[in-house]
């Protein structure tokens, strides 16, 4: 029932930049956490960045400094801000939203947008 669709992927030299965005539709339930996840070929998805309905953020720290994250007010969207891009940043970048609990309702995944940073 509820889709998410990421957008704003591509190809950027390294030290360049890139602004992700992740919109949910359908029917929306209210979030515990929402991340952007990345995963390179051959390797475990790993977990870059997550906001919670606070508005407080966990980073990785191989992003810590570079990239941002955020949130609309309404809490379908967000986004991420992919400042001084490396070469390792490079992978399918995937949107995540966790519901509340008491939905009681499955992880939901988009489909990925591929960021490939070129040296």
């Known amino acids: 029932q509820v889709q998410l669709v990421e957008s704003g992927g591509g190809l950027v030299q390294a030290g360049g930049s890139l602004r992700l965005s992740c919109v949910a539709s359908?029917?929306?339930?209210?979030?515990?956490?929402m991340g952007w996840y990345r995963q390179a070929p051959g390797k475990q998805r790993e977990l870059v960045a997550r906001?919670?309905?606070?508005?407080?953020?966990d980073y990785s720290d191989s992003v810590k400094g570079r990239f941002t994250i955020s949130q609309n007010n309404a809490k379908t969207e967000i986004y991420l801000q992919m400042n001084s891009l490396k070469p390792e940043d490079s992978g399918t970048y995937y949107c995540?939203?966790?519901?509340?609990?008491?939905?009681?309702?499955?992880?939901?995944w988009g489909q990925g947008t591929q960021v490939t940073v070129s040296s």
């Open positions: 995540k939203l966790t519901p509340l609990r008491a939905y009681d309702v499955d992880d939901v």
């Open positions: 359908g029917i929306i339930y209210s979030m515990n956490d």
């Open positions: 906001i919670y309905r606070s508005g407080s953020a």
